[in-house]
Antibody, heavy 122, light 108 residues
């Protein structure tokens, strides 16, 4: 059974870069048919899709964050990562990693990590 | 960008009741890209329904989804105590995934 574990600093200073990693266990990140996703949730608010990446490195991201966003995969470590630059207080949120199952059909985001709380503050 | 509007914002119900949640899209959607999620406080969302009407693995059959075009519905028959949560719809179009703002189902 695939599990996702997000990790990264809980506190980031304004203007710095937020860096998060999600480790995949119980399965291979290189399995076809899955996109590895990032979603965030501002305090007390709804869900916002950040982007997702295929194991080949193909990236799909939210245009509103594109200019500050870098995503990558490390198949040797079974991990995928997110970097968000020039952060402000508006980037304070819980960041979730998730698996999007899609191969000729969309099967939803069926596995989620526990969420990493990130606060942007000096 | 397609906007999903969920209604109502909050529902106060008792266990055993039937509940219908609405998700309306600002433009017509491909039903394949409409999903529903449940989120409890302090937890990650859980996939309930994909393709507008297909239950995800392990989801009880009291949960059902329906709809097409711009109007979609999540129905929960006979609310169980563990069903009190926030429910989100999600869609994909034009290379962008978006979520509705959520409907909270609370105990009356």
């Amino acid at each position: 059974q695939v599990q996702l574990q997000g990790s990264g600093p809980g506190l980031v200073k304004p203007s710095q870069t937020l860096s998060l990693t999600c480790t995949v266990s119980g399965g291979s990140l290189s399995s076809g048919g899955y996109y590895w996703s990032w979603i965030r949730q501002h305090p007390g608010k709804g869900l916002e899709w950040i982007g997702h990446i295929y194991y080949t490195g193909s990236i799909y991201n939210n245009p509103s964050l594109k200019s500050r966003l870098t995503m990558s995969v490390d198949t040797s470590k079974n991990q995928f990562s997110l970097k968000l630059s020039s952060v402000t207080a508006a980037d304070t949120a819980v960041y979730y990693c998730a698996r999007l199952r899609s191969s000729n059909y969309y099967y939803g985001m069926d596995v989620w990590g526990q969420g990493t709380t990130v606060t942007v503050s000096s | 960008e397609i906007v999903l509007t969920q209604s109502p914002g909050t529902l106060s119900l008792s266990p055993g009741e039937r509940v219908t949640l609405s998700c309306r899209a600002s433009q017509s959607l491909n039903s394949m890209y409409l999903a529903w999620y449940q989120q409890k406080p302090g937890q990650a969302p859980r996939l309930l329904i994909y393709g507008a009407s297909s239950r995800a693995t392990g989801i009880p059959d009291r949960f059902s989804g329906s709809g097409s075009g711009t109007d979609f519905t999540l129905t929960i028959n006979r609310l169980e105590p563990e069903d009190f949560a926030v429910y989100y719809c999600q869609q994909y179009s034009n290379s962008l995934w978006t979520f509705g703002q959520g409907t909270k189902v609370e105990i009356k």
